[in-house]
């Protein structure tokens, strides 16, 4: 075997090799910490995990949850009924509608931000931008807030090639979502570039120049943790609990069934994920800014969003995680009622559709209405999207309103909201 | 037979030997002093006025704080920092054999007069400032034009033009965004067709004055005398800005209004400023009333402000000491009443105001004082001594390099010439698209790049594993590792090669043996796989990734 050979993801250098050559060698702070391994099955008292799939551009309530056929506003999108009595969602979403009694669905959802990014940016962390300080998405909040024993790759992931991934704010680049930009396909730069033999040396020689640089610098060295993040590089690389991020070995009928596209491929990793511990997983979906060609857009993207949705809240039930597994599907906005020349809809900040379930949320639960004329702006019980991040922060046993002290030296609640009682178990 | 080999093997060994030839000139290319030493450069005593002034101002703090301060940095690891501030990368090997046969005693000081005067210099740091005023935004789309903005930074640089002029033109300026570059300041805060005046408020006093006034947007700020009435006051000198099809204009008549937010009821708000109303000037319109008191010479916030940002760029912090809340590049204290009691950071603002605002002098400045030129490690064992020494610059600080500093220094270490104006289009090309690539996978700090941050595991990884490296060191004829492997004649003089052009210095004499008596234990491999190997371990070392 050539010397040079690239390994793939799982043959480059295993835990085992690295431990023994890393002890042989004396490559003292190389050698990865000796945590004890991920629970491969666990147990019947889970961890909560938390899967958001980000609808990425603003998806039209319209064309998605909310339909209103047959008005001004409704356009060509016709509605099906759903196992969610009373529940109608747009006809593209077939798969869904069998799935919709296992979720509650939000149709008043309230944002005053209209912008993608500054929406987002609320949408994510429950804060309109301050330029004072940079505010953690709620995925960040989760694992700084509870422990991961035991987990050897982030416990924060987002997959797919979403132009604003949550980041960890004041809590610090360490809490920034990991990015996996083709799920399912490869995690980049987890493979060593060599064979195991010259890895070792590899390493051997920066554990030389590391400790050369020490000299003189202990300090400033341990201040820096660049160690710490070395070390915890070359865990992930060599831990078992890669192969979450893929999916070769998942039978093809069930690939087809979340389907090819790369928020397909995303779902489905996400489920691996979370089985192995991973405590927020991000999934986007590109393509919903429909300023021209709304229901096209829509319906290209319900294609990929049905399936894979579905096929998720189906897993999930199957494998006994729905319970310990919250699922909220959301974007920045939504879109106006008005069909604009293009036959696009626009930014509608006003009144906009979640779905959330699992988790121990209560399902079948119906918030909100929005003006079937498109008249009134303001929709039925509106929801502000801090109380939906209080309510998920609560089935963490999180307490949204503990503060933390932001590098400016100004304390912030981790949420600001109060939870929503209707999705609350009695 | 034998004249027949002869005929073909001799035009492919004299092929053979010129294409050495040519790698080991490369490798090894002679040495042109670009300084010319003929010409006596005056020294400047204004600048040596300044900087024995701030010397003695850190000597007095430290035998008051009863520190000792760390010994003088080896000099091309001053060059390495010099590099990195000023062009963003590390040094090439070239400009070090030829800083090596500079033997000019101030050579340092001419150095950084020469990197001041390169276009590289201009083209970086016209990007930092660009960030410091309009971030790292490419919206709105249409009316914001933030190459426009910071192409004009360039120019202003590459002219020198006086800071306060420059901040005046951006605070004041009318015009189309695409004629009038510096108008791109106001047309960023474009928020759904309308100037967001609280936003421009916000941000001139963060970058013109270096301290935030943004909370008090809402409320009355808890730490600092600012009041809400103050931001409102400053709001209203930007109330009168709209766009229009001439750009962006001044409409005099213009009421500047607010929703009160106790009784929801509209109000005027009369443009104020929070203090040293006495620096205002009488006429002009807003803007241009507030870009004079902003820059006055006595508004001390300002000078320092600029002081403060320059000082972060040079040492990758602000100078600020003390509590967190003060470590930023933004968020000063209000200066000390008085002249003459200030500290460092008082004295290089006096200096820079009494040189018309020059920038360059003052990088010049700042780069001859002696806390620039310290090494960062410390003789002290107790981490509590060794901390204080760090608050008191009596150490250099340890600043992991930013995204873009880390990824021109690693284009830099894996090409033996310099990367810069002159090199063959290819080779910016190559440069272009593997800065973009790297930076969207490392991660753009924004526009706060100048706060401290730790490192990431996905950083860890893409040095480690990621293509820029390997495509970049692969043993191929286009890249340095295996022209150093061949044309060093010796593996000490392929080790000593390496170091230099990853880490600006020289092997120590336990790392030499350390690499020497492993290539001599394991003869398997060839010259260009152990430089190769040599290289990832030095790129992927803190040292590399630090400013030391």
Known sequence: MSIDRIGNLFSGLSRRDLLKASTALGVSFLLPTLSARAAEKRGNERAKSFITLWMNGGPSQLETWDPHPGTAIGGPTQEISTTFSGVNIAADYPMMAEQLQHLSLIRSLVSKEGDHERGTYFMKTGYRPDPTVIHPSIGALIPHQLETKGLEVPPYVSLGDGQWPGRGGYLGDQFDAFRVFEPGRSVQNMRARVGDKRQTDRLEGLDILAKSFRKGRQYQSEKSLHQDTVERALTMMSSDQLKAFEIEDEPESIRNKYGDSRFGRGCLVARRLIETGVRVVEVTLNGFDSHASNFEAHTNRAADLDKAFAMLVQELRDRDLYDSTIVLCIGEFGRTPKINPLDGRDHWPNGFSTLIGGGGLRSGVLIGETDPTGMATDPKDPIKVQDLYATILNQFAIDPGEELMTPIGRPLHLCEGTPLMQLLDA | MRWKSIAVYLPVTAVVLGLLLIVF???????????????????????????????????????????????????????????????????????????????????????????????????????????????????????????????????????????????QEIISQTGLWTGEPATNFMTHAVLNGKVDENKLAGKTVRAVLGQRIDCAQCHDHPFADWKQQDFEGLAAYFGQVRLSAFGVEDRKNQDYKVEDRITLEERTVQPEVPFQENLLPDSGTRREQLAIWSTHPDNRRFSRAAVNRIWALMFGKAFSEGAPYYARVDDLPDPEVGEGTGTALDLLAESFVASNYNIKQLIETIAALEVYRLDSTSHEIDDTVVKRQIDHWAVFPLIRLRPEQVVGSMLQATSIKTIDQNSHLLTRTFKLINENDFLKEYGDFGADELDERAGTVPQALLRMNGNLFEESTKPNPFNATPRIALASGSPEQILDTCFLTCLTRLPSLEEKQFFLNKWEDDKSRRWPQRTHDLYWALINSPEFSWNH
């Open chain 2, 25 to 167: 000139s490369t490798a090894f290319p002679p040495v042109h002093a670009r300084v010319d030493d003929s010409e006596q450069h005056q020294e400047n005593a204004e600048l040596a006025s300044s900087v024995a002034q701030v010397n003695q101002w850190f000597r007095n703090d430290w035998k008051e704080a009863n520190l000792s301060q760390a010994t003088q940095a080896e000099e091309p690891i001053v060059l390495r920092r010099l590099s990195l501030a000023l062009h963003g990368t590390i040094p090439s090997l070239e400009e070090l054999r030829r800083f090596e046969s500079d033997e000019r005693p101030d050579r340092l000081q001419q150095w950084c007069r020469e990197m001041l005067e390169d276009p590289r210099f201009a083209d970086y740091f016209a990007e930092r400032i660009t960030r410091a005023f309009v971030g790292t935004q490419g919206e709105p789309f249409l009316v914001f034009r933030r190459d426009r903005f910071r192409n004009w930074i360039v120019e202003q640089l590459n002219q020198n033009r006086p800071y306060n002029q420059v901040v």
